[in-house]
């Protein structure tokens, strides 16, 4: 196709640039055109041509001293003259460019960079698309190539592309170049500002971006719109584990000194902000003063109530949404946040309404919303169904493998969980730490201790192993494990194993947990009452008042036990002090009822697990309260008898309960699930699915 030999360019490069073109199948008509004007005008203009830049052998070297200067400079004013011999400089320097800028948008950045070598006069656009190819292609020695190449043509000092600079360096993963064009550029203009920021928030150096914004503010320039975006992000991209809360509000009060509460997208921001902090009441104070909300807002908010457990309020703003805004379609991103909630309270009703909208507003080709589908699923009792959502998949990322894992685990079915396991490696998806994670879940609720694989451990994997040990009654493994991790131990780690200490009654080893969980999470009052639990079955009333002395003094409560339960597509809350339910009279007598029948073949009540220091008979009456019970007695009175009963329970079932459930189920001839905090209970004709192991 192309007849004239390519001239103006070393003989190599433009034997490249024709192999390129048979390399590429279709020919692409823009790479041909491209280069055969260059080819043209090389051919057609010889005389003034700098040769020895372009590496042309002829021995009538002519030097371009009569160019005009501003040639140089401005190669596109070539546009302001007439189409005549005046003309041809400019469109030589353009020409290089252009063919510069053709071959990065085509991705062919190696040879891009060869023109560019014998080409004395890039302009900044040329720089802009080689530096945004240098990121795309992930070559940090071409990035340097072309930064230093940049320097040298005197750019350094050009604000826009330290910009871009400095969005290279951060998708290279170079922090630290990033930070040194940000150091030897004396105009830092908002967007060399916005631009670092942008970069260090996302790395997750949160702190370093507030530092450097403080310095901003001292220099008087201004923040616009993008600078509170990112400035908001860095208060929760923080690695250390210090709080930048209180940042995060006084940014909040700048947001509004300055005028900025009507940008959507910066409250919509401050919003997930105070989501993430677990603020929900300032979440829902910004959200509610918004005078604009957008789809982005609406999810936002949905979220926030899904990831800080309140799912009633999730639901409910969901439905706030549909009705206030006719034209604002929710997305994939609003439809997780949806069926978590749905996941979190077991209500499958709600789940299935949820999952046909889905299908009616064709979200169900969306990766995460279908993968959310199978968990929301799982979560609410019917595997099965989860299960064939995943089976359909037409494809599967990784959290969708992850999904069907922790699915399987939630069930106490580790053996499946392995297996799905290791047929998404031999699909060839690489687990992610979630994987391990869902996995080694799955395996500690089976009780299957020996399973191992090789892993680069995280805090969470840590965790779980010392969970799987800790359940498994090997707690003496499971602080050989912290003593010996190479990484701190954070709170989740001695949490698994203060939880297992409950488990199993050990209080020598609770007591040295409790102490580290007390000066890492202060005020997390689940710590305190799982050290109560464990003294006060050991029967160490004094220390049981010590603790509870110590949580009184932090001003912390308990978190009171409550349960779920959806009956006809209502979901209704009960609590163990519950006197607000009108059927509450009815749920106790039901209860006193059962008990005793329940008594005279064989229940006998767990008062252990009552932690005061009371008679038999009082404790008894304490474990009849239960929410999980009062639940259980609800589903009796109100769904029909045909129909499984199924309850959530924001805490551990406690033995009681689980004794009492498992002979209801065979007595009332009903199936009772109930998910606790760790995991499914099925209980069937007087047994549970987790064979007493939770
Ligand atoms: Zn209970
Ligand atoms: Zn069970």
Same mark, same amino acid.
């Given at each position: 196709?192309?007849?004239? %030999?390519?001239?103006?360019?070393?003989?190599?490069?433009?034997?490249?640039?024709?192999?390129?073109?048979?390399?590429?199948?279709?020919?692409?008509?823009?790479?041909?055109?491209?280069?055969?004007?260059?080819?043209?005008?090389?051919?057609?203009?010889?005389?003034?041509?700098?040769?020895?830049?372009?590496?042309?052998?002829?021995?009538?070297?002519?030097?371009?001293?009569?160019?005009?200067?501003? &040639?140089?400079?401005? %190669?596109?004013?070539?546009?302001?003259?007439?189409?005549?011999?005046?003309?041809?400089?400019?469109?030589?320097?353009?020409?290089?460019?252009?063919?510069?800028?053709?071959?990065?948008?085509?991705?062919?950045?190696?040879?891009?960079?060869?023109?560019?070598?014998?080409?004395?006069?890039?302009?900044?656009? *040329?720089?802009?698309?080689?530096?945004?190819?240098?990121?795309?292609?992930?070559?940090?020695?071409?990035?340097?190539?072309?930064?230093?190449?940049?320097?040298?043509?005197?750019?350094?000092?050009?604000?826009?592309?330290?910009?871009?600079?400095? /969005?290279?360096?951060?998708?290279?993963?170079?922090?630290?170049?990033?930070?040194?064009?940000? @150091?030897?550029?004396? /105009?830092?203009?908002?967007?060399?500002?916005?631009?670092?920021?942008?970069?260090?928030?996302?790395?997750?150096?949160?702190?370093?971006?507030?530092?450097?914004?403080?310095?901003?503010?001292?220099?008087?320039?201004?923040?616009?719109?993008?600078?509170?975006?990112?400035?908001?992000?860095?208060?929760?991209?923080?690695?250390?584990?210090?709080?930048?809360?209180?940042?995060?509000?006084?940014?909040?009060?700048?947001?509004?000194?300055?005028?900025?509460?009507?940008?959507?997208?910066?409250?919509?921001?401050?919003?997930?902000?105070?989501?993430?902090?677990?603020?929900?009441?300032?979440?829902?104070?910004?959200?509610?003063?918004?005078?604009?909300?957008?789809?982005?807002?609406?999810?936002?908010?949905?979220?926030?109530?899904?990831?800080?457990?309140?799912? &009633?309020?999730?639901?409910?703003?969901?439905? =706030?949404?549909?009705?206030?805004?006719?034209?604002?379609?929710?997305?994939?991103?609003?439809?997780?946040?949806?069926?978590?909630?749905?996941?979190?309270?077991?209500?499958?009703?709600?789940?299935?309404?949820?999952?046909?909208?889905?299908?009616?507003?064709?979200?169900?080709?969306?990766? %995460?919303?279908?993968?959310?589908?199978? *968990?929301?699923?799982?979560?609410?009792?019917?595997?099965?169904?989860?299960?064939?959502?995943?089976?359909?998949?037409?494809?599967? @990322?990784?959290?969708?493998?992850?999904?069907?894992?922790?699915?399987?685990?939630?069930?106490?079915?580790?053996?499946?969980?392995?297996?799905? &396991?290791?047929?998404?490696?031999? $699909?060839?998806?690489?687990?992610?730490?979630?994987?391990?994670?869902?996995?080694?879940?799955?395996?500690?609720?089976?009780?299957?201790?020996?399973?191992?694989?090789?892993?680069?451990?995280?805090?969470? $994997?840590?965790?779980?192993?010392?969970?799987?040990?800790?359940?498994?009654?090997?707690?003496?493994?499971?602080?050989?494990?912290?003593?010996?991790?190479?990484?701190?131990?954070?709170?989740?780690?001695?949490?698994?194993?203060?939880?297992?200490?409950?488990?199993?009654?050990?209080?020598?080893?609770?007591?040295?947990?409790?102490?580290?969980?007390?000066?890492?999470?202060?005020?997390?009052?689940? /710590?305190?009452?799982?050290?109560?639990?464990?003294?006060?079955?050991?029967?160490?009333?004094?220390?049981?008042?010590?603790?509870?002395?110590?949580?009184?003094?932090?001003?912390?409560?308990?978190? %009171?036990?409550?349960?779920?339960?959806?009956?006809?597509?209502?979901?209704?809350?009960?609590?163990?002090?519950?006197?607000?339910?009108?059927?509450? =009279?009815?749920?106790?007598?039901?209860?006193?009822?059962?008990?005793?029948?329940?008594?005279?073949?064989?229940?006998?009540?767990?008062?252990?697990?009552?932690?005061?220091?009371?008679?038999?008979?009082?404790?008894?009456?304490?474990?009849?309260? $239960?929410?999980?019970?009062?639940?259980?007695?609800?589903?009796?009175?109100?769904?029909?008898?045909?129909?499984?009963?199924?309850?959530?329970?924001?805490?551990?079932?406690?033995?009681?309960? $689980?004794?009492?459930?498992?002979?209801?189920?065979? &007595?009332?001839?009903?199936?009772?699930?109930?998910?606790?905090?760790?995991?499914?209970?099925?209980?069937?004709?007087?047994?549970?699915?987790?064979?007493?192991?939770?």
């Amino acid at each position: 196709m192309i007849t004239k %030999p390519i001239v103006g360019l070393p003989p190599s490069l433009g034997l490249q640039m024709l192999k390129q073109q048979s390399l590429c199948a279709s020919g692409s008509p823009i790479t041909l055109s491209v280069l055969c004007i260059h080819c043209c005008i090389c051919v057609a203009i010889p005389e003034w041509l700098p040769r020895k830049a372009i590496g042309l052998r002829t021995p009538q070297v002519v030097q371009p001293t009569y160019l005009p200067i501003h &040639f140089h400079h401005t %190669p596109r004013a070539s546009s302001q003259h007439p189409i005549s011999v005046t003309s041809r400089p400019s469109t030589i320097a353009t020409s290089n460019n252009h063919l510069i800028q053709s071959l990065c948008k085509k991705g062919n950045l190696k040879l891009a960079l060869q023109v560019l070598a014998h080409e004395p006069n890039p302009t900044q656009h *040329t720089y802009e698309l080689l530096i945004i190819s240098c990121a795309d292609q992930s070559s940090l020695s071409d990035a340097q190539t072309v930064h230093n190449k940049l320097i040298g043509d005197g750019f350094e000092q050009d604000s826009f592309l330290a910009t871009k600079l400095i /969005n290279m360096y951060c998708e290279l993963d170079c922090m630290d170049h990033a930070r040194q064009v940000f @150091d030897k550029i004396y /105009n830092r203009t908002i967007y060399v500002w916005n631009a670092l920021f942008r970069a260090l928030t996302l790395k997750g150096h949160g702190e370093e971006v507030l530092n450097l914004y403080r310095r901003m503010n001292q220099t008087g320039i201004a923040s616009d719109r993008f600078t509170y975006t990112y400035v908001l992000k860095a208060c929760v991209a923080s690695k250390s584990f210090v709080s930048l809360l209180q940042e995060g509000k006084e940014i909040h009060a700048h947001i509004l000194r300055h005028g900025y509460e009507s940008y959507v997208h910066i409250m919509t921001t401050l919003v997930d902000v105070y989501a993430r902090f677990g603020c929900v009441e300032y979440a829902s104070y910004v959200f509610n003063n918004m005078p604009v909300k957008n789809v982005v807002s609406w999810s936002a908010m949905i979220a926030c109530y899904a990831k800080n457990g309140r799912p &009633f309020e999730a639901l409910e703003v969901f439905r =706030e949404m549909m009705l206030e805004t006719h034209d604002l379609l929710p997305n994939s991103v609003t439809m997780v946040s949806v069926l978590q909630a749905c996941a979190a309270l077991a209500a499958l009703e709600q789940g299935k309404l949820i999952h046909g909208y889905i299908l009616r507003k064709g979200l169900d080709s969306i990766l %995460p919303v279908i993968s959310t589908l199978v *968990t929301m699923y799982a979560r609410c009792g019917d595997l099965e169904l989860g299960r064939r959502i995943f089976c359909q998949m037409y494809k599967r @990322d990784v959290v969708s493998w992850n999904s069907m894992i922790s699915s399987y685990g939630i069930h106490g079915f580790g053996a499946k969980a392995i297996k799905v &396991f290791k047929e998404m490696v031999y $699909h060839g998806v690489s687990p992610s730490p979630i994987s391990f994670v869902s996995l080694l879940g799955a395996c500690s609720h089976a009780g299957l201790v020996e399973e191992e694989y090789g892993i680069y451990p995280s805090v969470e $994997h840590y965790a779980c192993m010392v969970d799987l040990l800790g359940r498994a009654n090997r707690l003496d493994e499971a602080a050989k494990i912290i003593e010996g991790m190479r990484i701190e131990p954070g709170p989740k780690v001695w949490g698994s194993l203060l939880g297992s200490c409950r488990i199993h009654c050990n209080v020598e080893l609770a007591d040295r947990a409790s102490r580290r969980l007390f000066e890492l999470e202060p005020v997390n009052a689940g /710590n305190y009452v799982l050290l109560a639990d464990i003294y006060a079955e050991a029967k160490m009333w004094d220390d049981v008042k010590r603790v509870k002395k110590l949580l009184e003094a932090r001003g912390l409560q308990k978190v %009171p036990g409550c349960s779920w339960i959806e009956v006809k597509r209502k979901i209704y809350s009960l609590t163990s002090v519950d006197e607000l339910n009108p059927q509450i =009279e009815q749920i106790h007598a039901l209860l006193l009822k059962l008990s005793m029948e329940m008594k005279e073949k064989g229940y006998v009540p767990e008062t252990k697990v009552v932690l005061y220091d009371l008679d038999t008979e009082e404790k008894e009456r304490i474990l009849l309260g $239960h929410s999980e019970k009062l639940a259980v007695a609800f589903g009796l009175i109100n769904s029909n008898k045909r129909d499984a009963i199924r309850i959530t329970k924001n805490l551990r079932l406690c033995e009681d309960c $689980h004794t009492f459930t498992k002979f209801i189920s065979k &007595f009332a001839g009903r199936e009772i699930l109930v998910r606790d905090v760790n995991r499914f209970h099925h209980f069937k004709n007087g047994v549970c699915s987790c064979e007493d192991y939770w």
